[in-house]
Every structure is written in C-alpha cells, then in structure tokens.
C-alpha cells in the first residue's frame, strides 16, 4: 500500500539557517513526488515536484529536494529560512498507474527572528 | 482557463443528517477528482478519487460516500452524519494522463452538532 510519511511535525529554525523537513515514502509502484506549503490562513500551493529525470529538483522560493530511490526519500531543504517561510509543509507521492493522490500529516515550519 | 467550485463554504449540520458537498471543474475535460478531510495534525486524508464518469475508489471505510454523475462534477454525500464527520473538506482536480499538481477547491468547513 501507499503511504507517505513525514518524522517531523514541527520543526523550529532560526532565520537564515538551513534545514531540512524529512519525507519517506513507500509504494510497490513507480510514483510521482511532491512538495506542497500552506501557509496560515491559505490554500496550498505547489512548491517543486519530481516526475523524472534528475533527482534534484528545485522549487518556488529557494527550495529544493532530492529524489532518493533506495532510500525511498524525498527530503525538502533550503539553505537560508526567512521568516516568510513559517508555514506547514506537506509531501504527496501520486501512483502513476492509478492517479491516487496521498499527502503526509504535514511538518509546521516556524522559522524564529 | 480552468476552475474549480465547491460548496457551501460552512455547514452545520445536526448529527444524523443527511450531507451533500458539490464540486465541479471548468475549463478541462475528463478530469481526475479527489476528496479530501484535512484535520489539525493529521495532514489530507483522502477520501475518495475518480477518474472517470461512474469511477470511483474509495480510500476510508466510513458512512461518507462519493458519485460522479457527469465528467466535471463530483458530489460527497452521507446519508447520516457522525460527530466524527466535523472537518475540513477539500475538493480537488489534475489534469491526465500524469497527475502532477493538483488544483484545490476553497474548502467546506462542516460541523456536526
């Protein structure tokens, strides 16, 4: 079965450090990946995505991911947080046989002055 | 371009009640559709999802049920509403045949009294 699976429910950084918002996924079947953020009060809004080709992948607002096949990962990073960046962070795997769409329970980012 | 319309914004509704939440798409032709419960801590659940007319896979067994009676509408019903029913729900489409980004309704917040 399908499912997606982030550690971390809330990670606390101070502005302009990096960091790393952890994401597993499992699946039998070759899946897309995702990286979503919302942000208090809004809907969410797509951050960056792998379908194929090169495994790191870059997004909206200096974020990136890597693509780990082996190890099943898809780990968000940004090397430098603003406090703009205080949101809840959601990855989502999409089988591509079938279209089932799954997030994870989300990682709330508070990014401190 | 395409849209995305569900609604009502609020319910309230009694406990044992009948529910019907609509969402339809425009703009975009055999669309994928998926339902989804979002709760504090707890990420998107997905409920149901649909690629097609009459198609629909249900994720969580529960009193909650799902229809699709034409391409670009996708209805969540009950036919007797639990207190464990209160939640966030979201409607949401992509576009095949690879489901990438997934575009989002503006949500229903029902409470079950």
């Known amino acids: 079965a399908q499912s997606v699976t982030q550690l971390d429910s809330q990670v606390p950084v101070f502005e302009e450090a990096p960091v790393e918002l952890r994401c597993n996924y499992s699946?039998?079947?070759?899946?897309?990946l995702f990286w979503y953020v919302q942000y208090p009060n809004q809907g969410l809004q797509l951050l960056l995505k792998?379908?194929?080709?090169?495994?790191l992948v870059k997004g909206i607002n200096g974020f990136e991911a890597e693509f780990n096949k082996s190890q099943t990962s898809f780990h968000l990073r940004k090397p430098s947080v603003h406090i703009s960046d205080t949101a809840e962070y959601f990855c989502?795997?999409?089988?591509?046989?079938?279209?089932?769409?799954?997030f994870g329970t989300g990682t709330r980012l508070k990014v401190l002055a | 371009s395409q849209t995305i319309h569900q609604w009502p914004a609020t319910l309230v509704q009694p406990v044992g009640s009948p529910l019907s939440l609509e969402c339809t798409v425009e703009?975009?032709?055999?669309?994928?559709l998926y339902w989804y419960r979002q709760a504090a801590g707890r990420g998107l659940q997905l409920l149901f999802y649909?690629?097609?007319?009459?198609?629909i896979s249900s994720e969580v067994p529960q009193n909650l049920s799902a229809s699709r009676p034409q391409d670009r509408q996708f209805i969540l019903s009950s036919k007797k509403l639990l207190l464990s029913d209160s939640g966030f729900y979201l409607c949401?489409?992509?576009?095949?045949?690879?489901?990438?980004?997934?575009?989002f309704g503006s949500g229903t917040q029902l409470s079950v009294l």
């Open positions: 649909s690629v097609g007319i009459g198609q």
């Open positions: 949401a489409w992509s576009a095949p045949p690879v489901a990438e980004k997934l575009f």
């Open positions: 699946s039998s079947v070759s899946v897309y």
């Open positions: 792998y379908l194929s080709g090169s495994t």
């Open positions: 703009g975009t032709s055999n669309p994928n």
């Open positions: 989502a795997v999409s089988d591509r046989g079938t279209y089932k769409y799954i």
